[in-house]
Structure formats: C-alpha cells, structure tokens
C-alpha cells in the first residue's frame, strides 16, 4: 500500500482540478485521510475503484461527523469513507469531504451508483445528520419514523422534555434529612422567605 | 366464602375436595398462561433461552410461545421499547384478548433502562400499558423470568370473582382497550397515558407544612 | 413506503383463463412482531401470487442512539453499551471496540491478554453460528429441534462467561490494553473441556442437517447472491465468503496474535442459503481448531498493560477506523478525538447485520414468500447491530 503523499500525487495527476488535501490521525494510529472537495469526490473515488494499482472495490465504513463552528473557523459536515481493497487485499485508504451545516446547502454527490454498499449507511447520515446525498436511488429515512422532523444526532439537536424525574433510593435518605434536621428543600425555603416578608 | 378447615381435612380423607368456585377457577388459569412471542432485544435471548431446555419454562404452563396475540395470554415485553415501536406495542395489547397480563422485563422496559437519555426511547413500557410484573435486570437471568410468572400466578391467585373486587378483565365496564400513541413530529403524541401512569412526585416539592408537621 | 405499482401493472391476467380471471398484486408487511424476524425488523413486501415482486426491509425499531450516549461519556464508559449492540456475541463487541481504542492510543497488549481475547472470541464465534443454525431451522419449520440443541450448547459456552467475567451474557469483559480480569487455571480446564466435546455434538448436529433431503430442498438454489455484488455491497462475514469472496478480516489484518495459528478460511462456490449453512458449520470447525492451538500455547503473563491508566484516560486528537472478524461479519468502530481527549468526539460503528442487509431485495426477488423468511435468517441479523 503506498504512502498517502504518493496517492496524492497519483490522485491528483489523474484528476486534474481536484483539489485534495491531506488531514493526519493520531501518531500512533498512522491512518492519515484524503480530503477531496465535493465537485471532484466521485470521480477520484471512481478511478480508486477502477485504478488496477488500486482495486479499492469495498467501501467499508460511511460516517458523517459534526463540527460546530468555532471561533474563526465556519461549521462543517464531514462525510468520510473508508475504502478496501479485496482484490489486492490492501489497507484503508480514508477519503473526506465537507458539506456546510445549513440544511439546504448540506449536499454531497453520492458514491452509491459506484458501491451498493453505501445506500443504507448515506440515508442513515442523512437521517441522522441532514446530509443530502444527490444521485441516491432511495434517499429516506431508516431510523427514525417518517414524520420526524429533526436531525437528531447533530450537535445542536435538543431532545424533547419526556424525561421525568423518577426517585432514587437517596430520595428516602434525603426527604428523612429535611424533616428531622430541619433542612429545607429549596422549594419551602422559599415559601419560607415569602412568608416572612409578608 | 372460607371453609370450615376440619371439615376440609376431614372430607379430605374421604377423597372429597371442598374448594370455593374462584379458587379452582384461579388455579385453572394460572397454570396455563401461554405468552405472546414478543422479544425486542437482548432480554428476548435470555426469555428464549429460559424457555429452552435448562430453564424449561413449559413446567410452569407457559406450554407454548403464540405467535399471534389473539391466542396468548401473557406479554413480556423483553427488551427495549422504542418511540417507533410503541405504537405496535400498544396495538398488539389491544388485540389480545382479555383476561391478559403483562409483564416487563428487564430494565428498559421497566423505565428505559441504559438508554434512558434516548430521543428514540420510551421511558418504560408501562407509560401506555398497565404492567402486571417487573422484573428488575440487565439481562435478568432466566431464573428471574421464572420467578416472574410465578409471582403472576400468586397475583392471578388472589383475583376475586365477586363484585366490587373484580379485576379488570372481568368487568364488563372497564375498557381493554389503551389509545395508541401515533408519530409527532418531535416525539409521539401523547408522550405518556396520564390515566394509566404518573410521574412520582419530586422530593423537592414537599412543602414547608409537612415540613413542619414532621 | 412502497412506492405505488400504476393500474396497468397491479391487473393481470391469468394465462389459460381465456382472459377472464384478473389477479392482483398485494403489499404484505411482515413484522415488526413475527414469529421468525430476528427481532423488532419489518419488511414491506409485495407479493405477485406467493413471488415477491418488491421488497423494501424497514427498521429503527430498536434505534436506541447508542452513538448518542458514547459522546457524553468517557471513553471507557461506552464499553458495556458495546455488549449491547450485537446482543448475542458480547465479547468480539467489546474486543473490536478496545482494539480500536488502542489502534488510537498506540497501546500494546501483552501477549497472555491476546490468547485470551482469542479463546474468548473463537468460543463467541461457536456460540453464534451454533444458534444462527439453529434459529434458520427454526424458520424453516424443524420446530425447535435444532434450537435446542444449540442452547444446550450454548449454555456451556455461557457457564464459563460467567465463571470469567461475572455475566452470562453482557459481559464487559475487555479493557484497553487487555482484558478485566484473568482467566484462572481452572477456567482454562473448563475451556478445554468445552473443546473437546465440541466435535462430537458437530457430528452429532451435521448428522440430523448436513444431507438431510427437506433442508437440502428447501435451501439449494435459494437466495443466490453473486460474487461482485457481494464485493459490490459490502457484504462481508460468512455470507461473503459463501458467495465466493476470499476475504476473512482475520486473515488480511492479521488483528492480535491471529498470525500465529494455522486455520482456513472456508469459501462456497453458489452462494445460496445452503451455502451459507455449510460455510457456518466448516467455520466452527475451523474455530475449534484454533482454540486447540491457543489453549496449547498461551503463555504466561500479565493480563493487562501496565501503563494504561483506567482515570483521566485520554487520547490525542485524531480519528481512526479498527476493524475485527466478527462472527457476524467486519465489526468496526470509527472514533474521532479532540482537543479535550477525555470522550469521543464521535463514536460510530461500522455494523455488518446492517450491510449485509442492502442486498436483502436482490436475493429475495423472485423468490416465494416463504424462502423471504429463509434469506432473512441466513444473512444473520441482530437486530441490536442494525438500528445501535
């Protein structure tokens, strides 16, 4: 399996225009990405599949990852894919791509017309995340119900208020401690407070 | 109505058992309750594996799991139950037929268990049913389970015929039938059945007059 | 939804009727409650007579946001969410899931802890295949039979999870670095045990099923899945390798101490439900074969990494993708660190009952809606994998 810089360079020669970008992992991990911008994703990731130095013919793993804005950069979406080779029986090669956060710019071309394995994984990220994925036979979603309308696991998604407050076994402990020690919960304190103002 | 229990012993000994109408009929019922084939998640492993044959559940009644509801007795939701999914929970208890139990196993579905910080998990199935046994676990050990339907059968035991103690099933008033939920677009609507269950009261809102009575 | 067939295809007239009987499509949905889906798993399909014309499988029935809760917690923390995920085999859960951890953090795992990741995991492997064989009987109507057999199997396999990790089955038994606690010498002689008898019942079990006449009837030529699109799909595991994919995780990764022992790989030619059958029963045999060679060689050792900090672990930013043979198929875990290195910034797994279900509609079309249940139990699903 060659070095990432040298299937950069092979990348980039055989794309012309493709702007890719290398991002690195932990050091131990040694399992540095390509990053591709969208315009030119599917066809690098068509000649990686079709390159005979390549043969990456198993698309494993389909994640979307959230990344809220910070302070000087803006909020993006990345869509990552890891690529195997049976044929070969070659390592991953980790191919990236970004998408903004808005709801109506999240768009990615998608590479399930080049591997029928990522059909599920794109409407789970679409589902989970928002990411739409142009060229998808199918693009629902497969987790949540139909009528759902959030992305739910966006950094900012709230959950709705159904969590109600259920005793512990301290509770006991607790309310015991109030009586006979004369400690007020924060509720009578207050009413307490109230009543002597009056 | 008790029986006079020398009389009992004495008729005993005769080969005659005297026994009041309810209890035979009790007992009749509970040694056959057959459960409804309804596991969700991994507790559904540890029911099929107590109805196997180390922890043969069939010694106890539970002859055969039904695959349909309108032949079962007994539903043990086993495993965690979902917001998708509490729909068709609530519509397959609807469709079995009274005098009908349910039992929930394992810690998800007493309250959502390990997952109860879920957007997608109901916080205990018995937000929309009524829930007869909880069995406490994750997973509960079949042994557990086994004890379950035994403490069902003590329950289904102590059940009177008479009027002003009938259950629910033998009141020809009381409605079986639970409204199911439908899909919101945030979260189901309703969230919980308020006539079926309450939110315990939280500690912090004792006032201060109990306070003070204590 | 099914999308709707137009009026001019839902009518069609019989042959031989002198075109005066119309049939009718009908849209069936099997699940979520069904006495032969494997959990909570519903599939829309629309049947021409007994053919299936359309399939579409539906799920997120036990969608239960595990990836959700991994990124509030720390990193250690999400490992007894893993045993829940594959609910059947919650030692390779848990291995995949530290081994991914310590791909990040560049943690070694001394030796001893290896070959006892590897016993655990191989005696997992035989669990699994046991029951899936015998669940697939159970929907083909060998009613419980099988079944049985293979719990009494299993139940041995689970005795010792307890006597090691305390839980029959969620036993959160592996830690990064190693595992929890060690496998005593008794634990070892029970393993042993186990191993020997293990061929015994497989002939046993081989007798009642290999060439039994209504199993080869019902399963040959049913549910053939082709090579490329197999590769194509992402299919990976046993139903793979009996397509004819030559490819065995174990084997191409070399994860662990795997390098050292002396199995095969079996691979079926067709690729039907029959052959995913066999390939299950010859990887059993193949496990066995390991786990004699490990139970043999397993040295002395610690059974953890004595560097590794179990407070305040933290990782350096960065992600990474670690990958184990589970019995199921890949299993593997996609994790991204930040700056704070204290919880997964994101946690995903890469479940191979969920991608092995992509190619559900192309095996089942054509097919009799009474094979559909067949197909669905060969590909082996769990439902707790598929929706996380």
């Given at each position: 399996m060659e070095a990432i810089e040298k299937i950069k360079e092979i990348a980039a020669q055989a794309v012309p225009g493709a702007k890719l970008e290398i991002i690195n992992s932990t050091p131990a991990a040694q399992q540095p990405a390509l990053l591709v911008d969208r315009e030119h994703i599917h066809v690098v990731a068509k000649f990686l599949k079709e390159d005979p130095r390549f043969q990456m013919d198993f698309c494993s793993c389909v994640t979307a990852v959230d990344y809220l804005p910070k302070a000087d950069k803006p909020g993006f979406i990345e869509v990552v894919y890891h690529l195997y080779s049976v044929a070969q029986k070659q390592g991953p090669i980790v191919l990236k791509v970004r998408a903004p956060r808005d709801l109506d710019q999240c768009r990615v071309p998608s590479l399930t017309p080049l591997w029928r394995g990522c059909e599920f994984q794109e409407r789970e990220a679409y589902d989970l995340y928002g990411v739409k994925f142009d060229g998808h036979p199918d693009l629902r979603r497969i987790l949540m119900w139909d009528e759902f309308t959030d992305h739910p696991m966006r950094k900012d998604y709230v959950p709705p208020a159904d969590y109600e407050w259920e005793p512990t076994p301290h509770d006991d402990t607790l309310q015991r401690a109030a009586q006979e020690q004369g400690i007020m919960p924060p509720t009578a304190r207050e009413e307490l407070e109230k009543a002597k103002k009056k | 109505m008790a029986v006079d229990e020398g009389l009992k012993s004495e008729l005993q000994k005769q080969g005659i058992f005297v026994l009041p109408f309810e209890q035979l009929y009790n007992w009749g019922r509970k040694s056959s309750i057959w459960p409804l084939q309804f596991g969700l998640a991994c507790c559904a492993i540890e029911m099929i594996a107590s109805a196997a044959s180390r922890y043969d559940l069939a010694r106890f009644g539970a002859e055969v799991f039904r695959a349909t509801p309108r032949q079962a007795d007994l539903m043990i939701v086993a495993g965690t139950v979902t917001k998708k999914m509490a729909p068709q929970v609530v519509r397959l208890y609807n469709q079995m037929p009274e005098p009908k139990y349910c039992i929930a196993m394992g810690a998800c579905a007493i309250s959502g268990g390990p997952f109860k910080d879920g957007y997608n998990v109901l916080k205990g199935i018995d937000r929309y049913i009524p829930v007869d046994v909880h069995i406490p676990g994750c997973p509960p050990r079949p042994e557990a389970l086994i004890h379950a339907i035994m403490t069902l059968q003590r329950k289904i035991a102590n059940q009177h015929l008479e009027k002003g103690q009938r259950p629910r099933w033998y009141d020809k008033d009381a409605d079986s039938e639970y409204p199911i939920p439908t899909y919101g677009e945030h979260d189901l609507q309703p969230p919980a059945n308020r006539e079926v269950w309450q939110p315990p009261r939280d500690y912090r809102d004792v006032t201060l007059e109990e306070v003070k009575k204590a | 939804m099914i999308q709707p067939l137009t009026e001019e295809k839902r009518y069609t007239l019989t042959p031989g009727s002198g075109g005066l009987i119309e049939t009718q499509t009908l849209e069936v949905s099997i699940g979520p409650q069904h006495p032969s889906t494997h959990g909570v798993f519903r599939m829309d399909c629309v049947l021409d007579g007994e053919t299936v014309v359309a399939l579409k499988p539906v799920m997120g029935y036990l969608h239960r946001n595990h990836e959700q809760l991994a990124e509030r917690m720390a990193w250690l923390g999400s490992m007894p969410y893993t045993d829940r995920l594959d609910y059947f085999n919650s030692m390779t859960n848990n291995w995949a899931y530290a081994l991914a951890v310590e791909k990040l953090a560049g943690i070694k795992v001394p030796d001893h802890a290896e070959y006892v990741r590897v016993i655990m995991a191989e005696l997992t492997r035989l669990l699994n295949h046991t029951c899936v064989i015998g669940f697939m009987l159970q929907d083909l109507g060998a009613w419980g039979t099988p079944l049985l057999y293979a719990f009494r199997e299993r139940e041995k396999i689970l005795d010792l999870f307890e006597a090691v990790s305390?839980?029959?089955?969620?036993?959160?038994?592996?830690?990064?670095?190693?595992?929890?606690v060690d496998m005593t010498d008794q634990d070892l002689a029970v393993a042993k045990d186990i191993t020997s008898r293990y061929p015994r019942f497989l002939d046993e079990f081989e007798k009642l099923l290999t060439n039994n006449e209504v199993l080869l009837g019902r399963t040959q030529r049913i549910g053939i899945l082709p090579k490329e699109l197999a590769i194509n799909g992402s299919i990976s595991g046993p139903m793979a390798r009996a397509s004819g994919v030559e490819y065995d995780v174990r084997k191409a990764d070399r994860y662990g101490v795997y390098g050292r022992f002396d199995f095969r790989v079996p691979v079926g030619d067709v690729g039907d439900v029959y052959d995913r059958y066999y390939v299950r029963v010859l990887e059993m045999r193949e496990s066995i074969k390991i786990l004699q060679q490990a139970l043999r060689d397993i040295p002395q050792g610690p059974h953890i990494a004595p560097e590794v900090k179990l407070r305040n672990f933290k990782i350096p930013p960065g992600d990474g993708y670690g990958r184990i043979e589970g019995p199921k198929g890949e299993l593997g875990f996609y994790l991204v660190s930040d700056e704070g290195g204290k919880q997964p910034y994101r946690y995903h797994v890469r479940p191979p009952s969920f991608i092995n279900l992509t190619t559900l509609e192309d095996m089942c079309l054509g097919q009799k809606v009474a094979d559909v249940v067949i197909i669905l139990g060969s590909i082996d699903i769990v439902l707790g994998e598929v929706d996380r």
């Open positions: - | - | 305390g839980s029959r089955m969620m036993c959160n038994y592996m830690r990064f670095g190693g595992v929890r």
